[in-house]
């Protein structure tokens, strides 16, 4: 059973569209997080969700909308898409409160034309 | 500010020979340290972390890891290394005060030649 999982792993889509991508964690853990990696590798938190509630939102376009419906669930919703929004996106998991690594989903190339 | 660095943006180390990836920070108190890895097209992948204790910390694949709270720094090893080990290398910092955020170097590539 995959512990973090994203959907869809590709993404092409044309500039202005509207896209979400999916992320379920069944581990169990309390915090989830989306992470945008960009072409230089760098991985820079985006949102995180405890227990449904948005505890951590970094500068980002306010194109970019979590939602998470439970504790298992994060999605990422992106409108009027960007050629710059072009990156992996991660979803993570983890159990705040204590020393638990934070397991990653397997990414989602978002590339927008 | 809070921060991790990973002053190496590449290590080249041949198979056999032993590596080190390098990590210090800058975070107030006792933190959690962590190491994970990448592979192409891949998420990343939890290797070892340490909380307390013994300042050599063993994880998966071979790797190991030394804790220095005086210089602060967190540096990646293995004794000898494989070309399979030739990934993305990311070391990632969270405050023990009950934060929610992890903080990530900009990852370290290894390249490990037959």
């Known amino acids: 059973d995959t512990a973090v999982s994203q959907t869809p792993k590709y993404l092409v889509t044309q500039m202005g569209n509207d896209k979400s991508i999916k992320c379920e964690q069944n581990?169990?853990?309390?915090?989830m997080y989306w992470y945008k990696q960009d072409s230089k590798k760098f991985l820079k938190i985006m949102f995180s969700?405890?227990?449904?509630?948005?505890?951590i939102n970094e500068t980002v376009p306010n194109r970019f909308s979590p939602k998470s419906p439970d504790k298992a669930h994060l999605n990422l919703h992106i409108n009027s898409l960007e050629l710059g929004d072009s990156a992996v996106y991660f979803c993570?998991?983890?159990?705040?409160?204590?020393?638990?690594?934070?397991?990653f989903g397997q990414g989602t190339r978002l590339t927008v034309v | 500010a809070q921060s991790v660095a990973q002053p190496e943006d590449q290590v080249n180390v041949a198979e056999g020979n032993p590596l080190t990836v390098k990590c210090t920070y800058s975070?107030?108190?006792?933190?959690?340290l962590f190491w994970y890895v990448q592979y192409p097209n891949r998420g990343l992948q939890f290797l070892l972390k340490?909380?307390?204790?013994?300042?050599l910390v063993k994880g998966s694949y071979g790797f190991e890891a030394e804790f220095n709270k005086s210089q602060t720094s967190f540096h990646l090893k293995k004794p000898s290394a494989l070309v399979s080990d030739s990934a993305l290398y990311f070391c990632?910092?969270?405050?023990?005060?009950?934060?929610?955020?992890?903080?990530f170097g900009a990852g370290t590539r290894l390249f490990v030649k037959a």
């Open positions: 993570a998991s983890s159990q705040v409160g204590t020393h638990t690594e934070a397991f």
């Open positions: 581990l169990g853990h309390d915090t």
């Open positions: 969700y405890n227990n449904k509630e948005l505890i």
């Open positions: 975070v107030s108190g006792n933190p959690y």
């Open positions: 340490y909380i307390t204790g013994d300042n």
């Open positions: 990632a910092v969270r405050p023990n005060t009950g934060g929610f955020k992890t903080i």
